[in-house]
T-cell receptor
Framework: DAGITQSPRHKVTETGTPVTLRCHQT?????MYWYRQDPGHGLRLIHY???????DKGEVSDGYSVSRSKTEDFLLTLESATSSQTSVYFC????????????FGPGTRLTVT | KQEVTQIPAALSVPEGENLVLNCSFT??????LQWFRQDPGKGLTSLLL?????REQTSGRLNASLDKSSGRSTLYIAASQPGDSATYLC?????????????FGQGTILTVHP
């Protein structure tokens, strides 16, 4: 499982509240990613990080921000949650070496009411 | 913009059958292609990765092929078992970008019945 954990695993929150999801990895991988998975849309990249304090936007970044102050932790924040952000969120890392193979965490199911 | 399509969307087969899952992509300038398995309520498990310079990769009963020129990859599962029931996803990795953006297909839901 490449040593990836996500917390919380499930969360229900109200519209307008801020929410932070955490991804933790134990193997010092440089690249980390946040995806969301929705029926009919598949998996889509939200943000990614290529090092401590180095982050960039993916294809569906509006309404989300990220931070990476330590190699092992990548945080995803919903500044003001909306119902359209109800989804399953996956964190991933890119393995070291030349294959660029990605490994995924177990996911966080977020419901915004 | 890369688009990845998986056909069929769902497949139901009896145990023991050999089967093929299809993945097509519109931009052939990929770095590699990765196949995943996802069980209900779970994360993605990496099955096979094929580099753009390779034609196929094998792992146990799984064989994945890649034809860049036609924009196609197939996942062959031999002697299917009920435990193979899951959603299978393919993802094409963009070439020329250091962060290795993955574009996913919608997946094929496989059911293998005893």
């Amino acid at each position: 499982d490449a040593g990836i954990t996500q917390s919380p695993r499930h969360k229900v929150t109200e519209t307008g509240t801020p929410v932070t999801l955490r991804c933790h990895q134990t193997e010092n991988h440089r690249y980390m990613y946040w995806y969301r998975q929705d029926p009919g849309h598949g998996l889509r990249l939200i943000h990614y990080s290529y090092g401590v304090k180095d982050t960039d936007k993916g294809e569906v970044s509006d309404g989300y921000s990220v931070s990476r102050s330590k190699t092992e932790d990548f945080l995803l924040t919903l500044e003001s949650a909306t119902s359209s952000q109800t989804s399953v969120y996956f964190c991933a890392i890119r393995a070291s070496g030349g294959t660029y193979e990605q490994y995924f965490g177990p996911g966080t199911r977020l419901t915004v009411t | 913009k890369q688009e990845v399509t998986q056909i069929p969307a769902a497949l139901s087969v009896p145990e023991g059958e050999n089967l093929v899952l299809n993945c097509s992509f519109t931009d052939s300038a990929i770095y590699n292609l990765q196949w995943f398995r996802q069980d209900p309520g779970k994360g993605l498990t990496s099955l096979l990765l094929i580099q753009s310079s390779q034609r196929e990769q094998t792992s146990g009963r799984l064989n994945a092929s890649l034809d860049k020129s036609s924009g196609r990859s197939t996942l062959y599962i031999a002697a299917s078992q009920p435990g193979d029931s899951a959603t299978y996803l393919c993802a094409a990795r963009a070439g020329g970008t250091s962060y290795g953006k993955l574009t996913f297909g919608q997946g094929t839901i496989l059911t293998v019945h005893p």
